[in-house]
């Protein structure tokens, strides 16, 4: 089955720990984001990749990492440096960067903090 | 001005009503305009393009009013199963940036 996993589908952090979120798709996209959701709110943009070796910042960037060394795969830490990192967070992909192509989601990794 | 603006409701709605959601949006250069579905605690997931000339697919009809800068969703016989939120999506010309709504929810009851 073509789609996007991510994992885990629940994680905790420490005080002061990185973590990484994964994020696989097997639809031969080339764009590919991540968005964090906080309850109530609506999805924001943390970093995209429109190419494998090339990403850029979102809206909420700070505090998180990203790499894009294969076009399959797009993960994300989560660093300390975010002092509020529990969210919902959200992978998705687009066959490429086009205004009118939709974007389709992994079924997301819930992080809190211990 | 909010990029992407909706009614964060809750629509109570009984079962076979027909409900409308509409979504404003401020960049009147848009290009693109989609409507996701999210359950609760779950991914979004889309429900359909809105076109120009406006789309249907079953009970669903998608509507795009220029104008206005406004688009619509309309949903017909209403099924407990279409409780969710709805998502209103933007992608604004030139930039790489698609603009999420905050969604409406719906509920709709027996």
């Not at chain 1, 960067?97 to 389709?104: E, K, W």
């Not at chain 2, 989609?34 to 998608?62: H, I």
């Amino acid at each position: 089955d073509g789609g996007i996993t991510q994992s885990p589908k629940y994680l905790f952090r420490k005080e002061g720990q990185n973590v990484t979120l994964s994020c696989e798709q097997n639809l031969n996209h080339d764009a590919m984001y991540w968005y964090r959701q906080d309850p109530g709110q609506g999805l924001r943009l943390i970093y995209y990749s429109q190419i494998v070796n090339d990403f850029q910042k979102g809206d909420i960037a700070e505090g998180y990492s990203v790499s894009r060394e294969k076009k399959e795969s797009f993960p994300l830490t989560v660093t300390s440096a975010q002092k509020n990192p529990t969210a919902f967070y959200l992978c998705a992909s687009s066959i490429r960067r086009d205004d009118n192509q939709p974007q389709h989601f992994g079924d997301g990794t819930r992080l809190s903090i211990l | 001005r909010k990029e992407v603006e909706q009614d964060p409701g809750p629509f109570n709605v009984p079962e076979g009503a027909t409900v409308a959601f509409n979504c404003t949006y401020s960049n009147s250069a848009s290009q693109s305009f989609f409507w996701y579905r999210q359950d609760c605690r779950k991914e979004p997931k889309l429900l359909m393009s809105v076109y120009s000339s406006g789309n249907e697919d079953g009970r669903f009809t998608a509507q795009l009013n220029r104008a206005s800068q406004y688009i619509s969703l309309l949903i017909r016989d209403s099924k407990l199963s279409d409780s969710a939120t709805y998502l209103c999506v933007v992608n604004p010309p030139g930039g790489f940036k698609t603009i999420f709504g905050a969604g409406t929810r719906l509920f709709v009851k027996a």
